[in-house]
């Protein structure tokens, strides 16, 4: 029995080794590069904002490529986004089926699921870019700045250990701009929490910072507006101070890959 369950796993872990390298090769071919991705994303939103999308990649015969073709062959972005309802990912870029590789949760913290979804995207649907992307008038930052402000309410059990990310956003906000008192300090932290999602990333992810120092992929801030629709890119170079901040840190992970039973 056991020898027979040994087998089964060893055939089991063969199929997933192959499809995962059948995977890359497949997606290796013909994808832009990091800097074209970003230019692509740039005119998405510029068409969305200016009320021309084209709807690239909805048809029935995207549909067809859906069922027979890896991800891995089309999909040119990895977009770790809020969960919000006015952030609708694919819209304001203009992109159809199977074009980003679509991370979404409340406050876009990266914590455990949020980063293994990463690690997928960057590394086996191989998206050349990952945009870390926030937006204006975030209810999941405005929370805990009210938290910290003493202003907080009563929220549902899981909602606390879920949003607890941002905190030190908030904080490095209120430290940088002491001036600013009260919600007046949300816009700013709004744009921490993006940096603070980029440190958390690296931080936990060797992975993640072996493809972007390699050059294989960016990893791009961005700030998106509600009531406009545009999408405000953050500095690359506050990218690559993280992570050089990260690399000096001897509390980062540096294994990346699972423990063999998995």
């Known amino acids: 029995m056991a020898n027979r369950f040994i087998g089964k796993s060893v055939m089991i872990s063969c199929i997933l080794a192959a499809l995962l390298i059948y995977g890359c090769l497949e997606e290796r071919s013909g994808k832009p590069g990091p800097d074209q991705v970003i230019e692509m994303l740039k005119a998405g939103n510029k068409r969305f904002v200016e009320g021309k999308p084209e709807h690239p990649n909805t048809g029935a015969a995207r549909l067809v490529q859906a069922e027979k073709e890896n991800q891995g062959k089309h999909a ?3 977009i770790l986004s809020c969960s919000d309802s006015r952030v609708p990912v694919e819209f304001i870029f203009d992109a159809g089926i199977m074009d980003i590789f ?23 649907v191989h998206t050349p870019v990952l945009v870390v992307l926030g937006h204006t008038q975030c209810g999941a930052v405005t929370a805990v700045t009210h938290a910290i402000h003493g202003k907080g309410h009563a929220m549902e059990r899981n909602i606390p250990p879920l949003v607890d990310n941002i905190e030190p956003a908030v904080r490095r906000a209120m430290e940088l701009h002491s001036d600013i008192k009260d919600d007046e300090i949300i816009p700013y932290a709004i744009e921490e929490n993006i940096w603070q999602a980029v ?29 406009k629709g545009s999408v405000t890119w953050l500095p690359e170079s506050k990218v690559f101070d993280i992570l050089k901040k990260v690399e000096e840190n001897p509390k980062r992970e540096t294994n990346p890959m699972a423990e063999s039973e998995h």
């Open 102 to 124: 679509v991370v979404r949760v409340a406050g876009n913290v990266c914590d455990t699921d949020e980063i293994g979804s990463i690690e997928y995207g960057l590394a086996h």
């Open 76 to 78: 040119y972005a990895t």
């Open 199 to 227: 440190e958390d990333l690296f931080m936990k992810s060797p992975a993640t910072r072996d493809i972007v120092n390699s050059g294989k992929a960016k990893v791009v801030g961005a700030m998106y507006d509600v009531g």
